[in-house]
């Protein structure tokens, strides 16, 4: 089955900016919808964007503007570009590919282990 890995989180000053990565192995993601998730402390996981095998993109609100995903199917990797990030922001960052309406996409690859991002002065 194709594996994930996330990485390029960190600690940033609110504000800041971050770009996250996320490689495919043991298969191609070439064909697949691709979400970013994230999960804060205490909170359910929850779709942040996805980007269709034909480019559509789509956000959850609070990150509209913020952040843009893209893909590069020729590196088999996915990306989360992280702008004017806020508190709020701060998370465990997961991606996976999907089925379904873009606004509710069900993910159904394996977890990788993914990128914590923490946002704070």
């Known amino acids: 089955q194709v594996q994930l890995v996330e990485s390029g989180g960190g600690l940033v000053q609110p504000g800041g900016s971050l770009r996250l990565s996320c490689a495919a192995s043991?298969?191609?993601?070439?064909?697949?919808?691709m979400g970013w998730y994230r999960q804060a402390p205490g909170k359910q996981r929850e779709l942040v964007a996805v980007i269709t095998n034909g480019g559509r993109r789509d956000y959850l609100d609070s990150v509209k503007g913020r952040f843009t995903i893209s893909r590069d199917n020729a590196k088999n990797t996915v990306y989360l570009q992280m702008n004017s990030l806020e508190p709020e922001d701060t998370a465990v960052y997961y991606c996976n590919a999907g089925i379904g309406p873009t606004t509710t996409m069900t993910p159904f690859l394996s977890w990788g282990q993914g990128t914590q991002v923490t946002v704070s002065s």
């Open positions: 043991r298969g191609s993601i070439s064909f697949y919808a």
